[in-house]
């Protein structure tokens, strides 16, 4: 199974809004609700931000939402700040029973 | 507070099989609304998913490492395990294991990840 598509890399000041786009197939994203969104920091495990395309689970900020439009699916970071420099990554289940990430971007607050 | 942890070896000779051990605190590995799985991360590259496996015996894998790839859940030990066969330089990653949602889907706790390097 081939990766989902992300943008290498984002960048946004301090206070504004980015998206990340995830890109996949009628087989992944665009067949199922179960697209989840991930951030990591170096040298630390993935946090989950967001599962089932927009629902974030408790204790992560609502700067951080979630959508989906055929193929792709989008995460939005609102009110950027210092600590959201990271890597993304999204996740989405796919018919053959099994799940794929995207390739991760990069997120450098300017 | 649930928490997870790898252990295993850190250096596989090339062919041989991995095996990780990810042990579950603070909370039951039996529910069914949870699967228990892994994913690896090669030294600054992204994420892939290997699979997961549940309390009942059900598997789940990545079709691009099912046929070298075996997860199974020890309930009695609070434990679920990782076998990878016939290992290359290319399975040289970080391993991760990580609770999944049966329904949701998403990854909620991590462990914090162990490097295996594979050596010729």
């Known amino acids: 199974q081939s990766a989902l598509t992300q943008p290498a890399s984002v960048s946004g000041s301090p206070g504004q809004s980015i998206t990340i786009s995830c890109t996949g197939t009628?087989?992944?994203?665009?067949?199922?609700?179960?697209v989840c969104w991930y951030q990591q920091h170096p040298g630390k495990a993935p946090k989950l931000l967001i599962f089932?395309?927009?629902y974030r689970p408790s204790g992560v900020s609502n700067r951080f939402s979630g959508s989906k439009s055929g193929n792709t699916a989008s995460l939005t970071i609102s009110g950027l700040q210092a600590e959201d420099e990271a890597d993304y990554y999204c996740?989405?289940?796919?018919?053959?029973?099994?799940?794929?990430f995207g390739g991760g971007t990069k997120v450098t607050v300017l | 507070q649930l928490q997870l942890q790898e252990s295993g070896p850190g250096l596989v000779k090339a062919s041989e099989t991995l095996s990780l051990t990810c042990t579950v605190f603070g909370g039951s590995i039996s529910s069914s609304s949870y699967n228990w799985g892994w994913i690896r991360q090669p030294p600054g590259k992204g994420l892939e998913w290997i699979g997961h496996g549940y309390n009942g015996g059900s598997t789940y894998y990545n079709p691009s490492l099912k046929s070298r790839v075996t997860i199974s859940v020890d309930t009695s030990k609070k434990q679920f395990s990782l076998k990878l066969s016939s290992v290359t330089a290319a399975d040289t990653a970080v391993y991760y294991c990580?609770?999944?949602?049966?329904?949701?889907?998403?990854?909620?706790?991590w462990g914090q990840g162990t490097l295996v390097t594979v050596s010729s």
């Open positions: 009628s087989s992944d994203v665009g067949a199922y609700n179960y």
């Open positions: 996740s989405s289940y796919t018919s053959s029973n099994s799940w794929v």
């Open positions: 990580a609770r999944g949602g049966r329904a949701s889907g998403g990854l909620d706790y």
């Open positions: 089932e395309i927009n």
